[in-house]
């Protein structure tokens, strides 16, 4: 995997807790912990997206969709991502 060096500034309460984080023995520098969060953010976008899209589709397991259907999960969609 290609990787980029990017540099951030963090307020004093982060960057303590990504220090405690190291000290406890998960991580074994900044660049796991900050690596870690990003999976986690990017997972629980991808889950709720996941979750409007089932929603939007719920009850219809039956039945064609219908244009109604669709523009509810475009919709739905769009909102997951900040569209």
Same mark, same amino acid.
């Given at each position: 995997?290609? %990787?980029? %060096? $990017?540099? $951030?500034t963090l307020p004093n309460e982060l960057n303590g807790y990504i220090e405690r984080k190291i000290k406890g023995g998960r991580y074994s520098d900044v660049s796991e912990v900050v690596r870690e969060a990003l999976r986690q953010m990017e997972a629980t976008e991808l889950a709720s997206e996941l979750e409007q899209f089932e929603r939007a589709f719920a009850g219809g397991h039956n039945r064609r969709e219908t244009e109604q259907d669709i523009r509810r999960v475009e919709e739905a969609v769009k909102a997951g991502r900040g569209a």
């Amino acid at each position: 995997m290609a %990787t980029k %060096t $990017i540099h $951030i500034t963090l307020p004093n309460e982060l960057n303590g807790y990504i220090e405690r984080k190291i000290k406890g023995g998960r991580y074994s520098d900044v660049s796991e912990v900050v690596r870690e969060a990003l999976r986690q953010m990017e997972a629980t976008e991808l889950a709720s997206e996941l979750e409007q899209f089932e929603r939007a589709f719920a009850g219809g397991h039956n039945r064609r969709e219908t244009e109604q259907d669709i523009r509810r999960v475009e919709e739905a969609v769009k909102a997951g991502r900040g569209a």
